[in-house]
């Protein structure tokens, strides 16, 4: 694997700054204190004991390690059987893997994940979510994107 010190870097770069971020909201912010930043986004500390927007929250932080390590072990397969032209995707690959392990620290250190983004307009409001869980998002988004390229290529061919 031609470009691994690359994946490398980008999942640590993820998982260092994320890891940074919450120590900072962790020591100089409240629970559930709220900063505005923009007129349309806050820092606002809280805690997930779930994953995404809460869910499974009742298993305990056990299961979700353990699901969390399951999907990143599947994730890094994927990563690694995914031919190496594919630059998109595997850049996608990494950003989850990143996230994940960003957000799996989180789970075995204190039980839940730390969030403290919040989008949000006068009349609307968006899950609290962290940089993980966009690395995460945005990474899922273009192993889609790099899928889709890729489908339309195919198609071109024929």
Not at 38 to 48: C, M, S, V
Not at 89 to 98: D, K, R
Not at 125 to 135: E, G, K, Q
Request: proline share 4%; charged share 15%; net charge negative.
């Amino acid at each position: 694997m031609k470009r691994l010190p690359t994946a490398i870097a980008t999942v640590g770069a993820i998982v260092a700054i994320d890891q940074a971020i919450k120590i900072g909201v962790e020591q100089l912010m409240d629970y559930q204190e709220r900063i505005a930043l923009l007129p349309f986004l806050d820092l606002f500390l809280t805690y997930n004991p779930g994953i995404a927007f809460s869910m499974l929250s009742g298993l305990g932080a056990g299961p979700l390690i353990a699901i969390s390590v399951a999907v990143s072990a599947f994730v890094t397969w994927l990563w690694v059987s995914s031919p190496p032209e594919r630059v998109i995707a595997h850049f996608g690959f990494a950003l989850i893997i990143g996230g994940a392990i960003g957000n799996l620290i989180d789970r075995v250190l204190y039980g839940h994940v730390i969030d403290y983004f919040l989008f949000h307009t006068p009349g609307w409001s968006f899950a609290i979510f962290n940089l993980a869980d966009a690395a995460i998002t945005v990474g899922a988004g273009l192993v889609i994107l790099d899928e889709l390229l890729q489908w339309r290529s195919g198609r071109k061919a024929d």
